[in-house]
């Protein structure tokens, strides 16, 4: 039963990456250019709901979090090397897996460089990686714990500034009002 909500999540998903048509590398680089904030609406209106549904779900369910570490200046160079894998290719790994569900032959480069840098990541990891995690490594720490607040109540709360901030950008900055 696992599989088949997966697979229905997985299938919604897609649909709503492809209605926001972020799978597009023309409307990623119009986001990236914040021209068009539809993308990020979107990213962040899933990040919103998903924090709150995921931390609810917990109340009823309890479940196994698996908090990672805080290695600052990991996490600062692999969002670099992301960000830029991002801008050049055009898409992100789920993004890239709806353009070639879409037909789209330059997504299949996407996907090679994310194989290639995950192998060049094992490769360096013991040698470049590792060490540089040890540079800033915070530990497992959640803004729950630095708010010595309750989990669910950060959640919930992160979750409306998410809402409110998306409700309050327009989703083409610059452009002309509809009167």
Known sequence: MDRIYALLV???MGALIQRVRASSPGMIARNLRLENLSIIKFMATTIAIGTILVYLLNLVTPMHFDI??????????GGLV???????????PGTCVVGIGEGRRDAIWSIVGG????LAFT???????APMNKLMDFGKIT??????????????VL????????????????AKAKS
Do not use: N, R, S
């Open 123 to 129: 490769l360096t990891f013991t040698t470049i990686v």
């Open 68 to 77: 990672k570490p805080t290695y600052v200046v990991g996490v600062l160079v």
């Open 115 to 118: 194989v290639v840098g995950a």
């Open 159 to 174: 979750g409306i500034v998410f809402l409110g901030i998306v409700a309050l950008l327009p989703t083409e900055p610059g």
């Open 143 to 156: 803004l729950a714990d630095v708010l010595h607040a309750p989990a669910v109540a950060v959640a919930v």
């Open 10 to 12: 997985g299938l919604a």
């Open 82 to 92: 992301f960000g830029v894998g991002f801008g050049v290719g055009g898409y992100c």
